[in-house]
């Protein structure tokens, strides 16, 4: 039998957006995702204009701060936007428990936008002078992009439905599915004229963007498509800050804002970009990105790049850091796999590297010699700190709620204390504050050297003494000998290296392509350039010439909303009282957050759908779903699942009816003892999250639908180590072993699973699988015994993991004593790409793969059978409409035991399994 299954349509766009950080974040899964930790500190609640503040009591100054922001900046908005949020915004600012450079805003499940403390590491990256502000200014923003609807019919649909996804032919929120290209690029473009800085005042960015310029890459297929090309996720924030900037001057602040009241008239096909840009700048997108990019690459024939010798190249930015014999950074060569840990001796000149599982970050050498980089990661599943992380990404011990800048020469440690700086930096050394900083610290024996804000001016100090300052919100101390102090700045293409001296300021290489360096000796310097496909760490000459840095100066800052919105220019608003007295009950919270409904097509099962009322709480801790669902089994059920991810114990609980069943076979049997209803509980103890490392111990009861007798309990404990790196294909190294036990109208199953999978040198995969499973029922009688299927649940999760997925299996489901199932699979990975704008599938990546598997199956009677199943496939990583990725499996799949099973199965997979 040839079997096939078509995915016709089915997606759940999950818009998360504005992650502040150098590299996007995932979006949160509705049930089981919460947007902070478990077991946090008590939050308590505002309402102020039409913002719903969360936040804590350490934060409370924050929130106050947050409330002024918002009072001025929504009118500001609702001015350049052209229309107001037709719901409440709802913004939590999280504990220091949650530590991560990060925030997000999305419209689902609500207008709701959440800020995490952790700003003190990438002190450099934003050009701001204030994290809070820009990200106020950042994140409101992609709340007034997706709260468009400038039609009836999705403002009538929102009165009901709420922003929850309706799909075909009616979009309740219709600029949900444009390109993270325009939405980030012009939330980057909105944060830079506040008089804060931003962005667009870093030379770095400006550099990236003219070299993609001058390759010619800048066109609309790459650009609009969610690709995996250099610069990546980044490159919506780099090169999409400069195109909006580009509409900005030529059309005008509103204008170019204006663009999402537009779009947002296309409620029934909101995928007409050339046709929305034409309706609002006169000329379609494909023509003005052509003018953008012609425009750029004229500038970028001005621009120098580095010239030395080059040491390595990586595909992500990894700053370097020194120390008086040494410089050490981290690589990634390929992108995909494994990343590599280089040092440079001074001395000899010579250069090391090995392979390394640290994660991406400025390494710091530790007092005890090792290597670590700064970063966030989980300590255990209720606390996620900044800190040094080692080469297994544990956080080291006295690290912890500090990005470590260095040592003085007496032992103490230079660092910011990230539980303080949630606005800018706060400076400590040892166990005393030293300053309110805006840069990274450089630390040279026993001083320190950094960069204070002031509006637009920028110091230098050492240790407390001013030492001259300039008009950029761009800079960063990298260096320090007796010739003077070396920074990097603002060139008029890019960013560059710079020296500091009594006699004044020098520039000391003529490259515009230079945004990082440590000094070798007075005469070269080891940097970081740039190209159009990479990253660049060379050593170059250093030659003096007197020259400032270059002073960025946006078309903004002369236009009369520049002066009214800079922070420095207006007092405090009249805001209401921001106190403790209104607590945050998460579960009194839900509120109801709109209607999902999705369609598909199965060519057996005929019409499928998924329908679901949705309430959940701001912080995504509570959620209650009402849903009605049809499945490829084409079984129709109805029901609630409720989801707690608060507190140290999370847990599911799913109860349902059956509305209908497939017709029995054959036809005119009569079935007896159906299931009409049921219930399904899943619970989980997280007890490890640190570093790599993750176990869990879990609980279930599952009612099966299909059978009225069947109903699993089930225990079981996992434990795992997962690595992944850069833009892989698949995890590059993953290994996890779960034992469970199983307990069903008094008869025991008991088994496990374990995998094991490593990526080898050329995108190259090799995973292993086995699993067993035992019972002590004496027949199958009633569904007993352990379970082979198909495929697991499709409608709602089979909670029991003793089932065995055998794909070609006739007998759907049947039951056997004991069943072992092993296999073994290999994976090579390729990279050819085609990037469309307008045609409605790219093709970013693909894989061939191979893999077997050998079922040994033992039945009541104690017979044994054994089955060889084998398959090759072909993985094809497509991106739909621009901007909703789909992964597509073709696959075929030959199983050499007839009876048991279909002997060839050809199937295509799409986006989900069925």
Do not use: C
Not at 93 to 101: G, K, M, P, R, V
Not at 526 to 536: G, R
Not at 783 to 799: M, N, T
Not at 828 to 844: C, D, E, G, H, W
């Amino acid at each position: 039998m040839n079997k096939t299954v078509f995915l016709l349509l089915l997606f759940f766009v999950n818009t998360v957006i504005a992650d502040m950080s150098p590299a996007a974040i995932g979006g949160p899964d509705l049930i089981t995702f919460s947007a902070i930790v478990p077991h946090d500190q008590d939050y308590y609640t505002k309402q102020i204009r039409n913002v719903e503040l969360i936040y804590t009591e350490k934060n409370l100054d924050t929130a106050r701060h947050v409330a002024d922001v918002q009072i001025q900046l929504q009118p500001v908005y609702e001015d350049i936007f052209g229309y107001k949020l037709d719901e409440i915004l709802r913004i939590g600012i999280l504990s220091d428990h949650n530590q991560d450079a990060n925030g997000f805003a999305t419209p689902l499940p609500y207008v709701l936008q959440v800020g995490y403390i952790g700003s003190a590491l990438v002190p450099d990256h934003f050009a701001s002078s204030s994290w809070i502000d820009g990200l106020q200014y950042h994140e409101t923003v992609h709340n007034f992009q997706m709260n468009a609807k400038d039609n009836a019919v999705s403002r009538s649909m929102h009165s009901v439905l709420k922003n929850g996804i309706f799909i075909t032919p009616w979009f309740t929120n219709p600029n949900m599915l444009t390109s993270a290209f325009l939405i980030e690029g012009n939330a980057v473009m909105n944060e830079s004229w506040h008089g804060n800085g931003g962005r667009l005042y870093n030379g770095r960015l400006k550099v990236e963007t003219l070299m993609q310029a001058k390759a010619g890459l800048l066109t609309p297929g790459q650009l609009y498509t969610e690709n995996l090309e250099f610069l990546y996720g980044d490159h919506n924030y780099t090169l999409g800050s400069y195109f909006q900037y580009f509409l900005a001057e030529n059309y005008g602040l509103k204008k170019t804002n204006s663009f999402w009241k537009v779009n947002s008239r296309d409620w029934y096909w909101p995928f007409k970009t050339n046709y929305a840009y034409e309706r609002t700048f006169g000329k379609n997108f494909e023509t003005l990105i052509a003018e953008w990019s012609e425009q750029y690459a004229q500038e970028a024939e001005k621009v120098t790049e580095a010239q030395g010798k080059l040491l390595a190249s990586s595909q992500f930015y990894g700053r370097v850091n020194a120390d008086k014999d040494e410089i050490y950074f981290i690589t990634n060569p390929s992108g995909r796999e494994y990343p590599e840990i280089f040092v440079y001796d001074k001395k000899t000149h010579s250069t090391k590297y090995r392979t390394t599982t640290h994660q991406k970050g400025k390494v710091i050498k530790t007092q005890d010699g090792e290597y670590a980089t700064q970063g966030s990661k989980n300590v255990n599943p209720w606390r996620q700190y900044i800190g040094l992380l080692d080469e297994s990404t544990f956080v080291i011990d006295g690290t912890r709620s500090k990005v470590i800048e260095g040592y003085l020469t007496n032992g103490k440690v230079v660092y910011f204390d990230v539980t303080l700086s949630y606005d800018r930096p706060q400076l400590f050394i040892g166990d005393e504050f030293y300053a309110s900083v805006n840069s990274s610290v450089l630390v040279d024996d026993n001083d320190v050297y950094y960069f204070k804000q002031k509006d637009k001016k920028r110091t230098l100090y050492k240790n407390k003494q001013p030492l001259f300052t300039f008009n950029a919100f761009y800079g960063f101390v990298v260096g320090v000998n007796d010739s003077g102090v070396y920074f990097i700045s603002n060139t008029e293409h890019g960013a560059g290296l710079y020296r500091y001296s009594k006699s004044g300021v020098d520039r000391m290489n003529p490259a515009d392509t230079i945004f990082d360096a440590r000094l070798i000796d007075e005469k070269t310097a080891l940097v970081v350039s740039v190209d159009d496909s990479q990253y660049k760490y060379m050593v170059v000459d250093l030659q003096a010439r007197k020259q400032q840095p270059y002073e960025v100066s946006l078309f903004m800052e002369k236009q009369p909303y520049y002066e009214s919105a800079n922070p420095a220019k207006h007092p405090p608003s009249d805001v209401p009282v921001v106190d403790l007295e209104d607590d945050y009950y998460s579960l009194l919270d839900m509120h109801y957050s709109g209607i999902d409904l999705n369609f598909a097509n199965d060519s057996d099962a005929g019409f499928l759908y998924d329908l679901s009322i949705n309430f959940i709480d701001p912080l995504l801790q509570n959620s209650l779903s009402l849903f009605a669902t049809k499945g490829t089994d084409e079984y129709s059920l109805g029901g609630a699942t409720y989801a707690n991810s608060q507190y140290f114990l999370t847990y599911e609980l799913t109860a349902y009816g059956v509305m209908d069943r497939p017709d029995p076979s054959p036809p005119g049997t009569v079935v007896t003892n159906k299931r009409n209803s049921g219930i399904i509980a899943n619970a989980s103890i997280p007890f490890l999250q640190s570093g790599y490392y993750f176990g869990d111990i879990g609980a279930s009861y599952f009612q099966d639908y299909t059978s009225n007798s069947r109903q699993p309990k089930g225990l079981n404990l996992t434990l795992a180590n997962a690595k992944f790196f850069g833009v892989s294909n698949s995890t590059n190294f993953f290994m996890s072993g779960t034992a469970y036990g199983a307990e069903d109208r008094g008869d025991k199953a008991s088994g496990g699973v374990g995998l094991y999978q490593q990526g080898l040198p050329n995108e190259f995969f090799i995973t292993a699988r086995a699993q067993y499973s035992s019972s002590d029922a004496a027949n199958s009688t009633d569904d007993r015994g352990i379970k082979i299927a198909s495929s697991q649940a499709v409608i709602v999760e089979d909670s029991d993991l003793s089932t065995i997925v055998m794909p070609g299996i006739k007998a759907d489901p049947s039951y056997a004593k004991k069943v072992t199932k092993y296999g073994a699979q290999v994976k090579k990975v390729f990279n050819f790409s085609a990037y469309y704008f307008t045609f409605p599938i790219s093709l970013r990546r693909e894989a061939l793969y191979l893999g077997y598997n050998r079922y040994e199956i033992t039945d009541f009677a104690s017979s044994k059978t054994g089955v060889n199943e084998s398959t090759i496939g072909l993985e094809l990583d497509t991106v739909w409409l621009n901007n909703i990725a789909i992964p597509i499996n073709l696959e075929y799949i030959y199983t050499d035991d007839k009876t048991i099973a279909d002997s060839s199965i050809f199937r295509i997979q799409a986006g989900i399994i069925f």
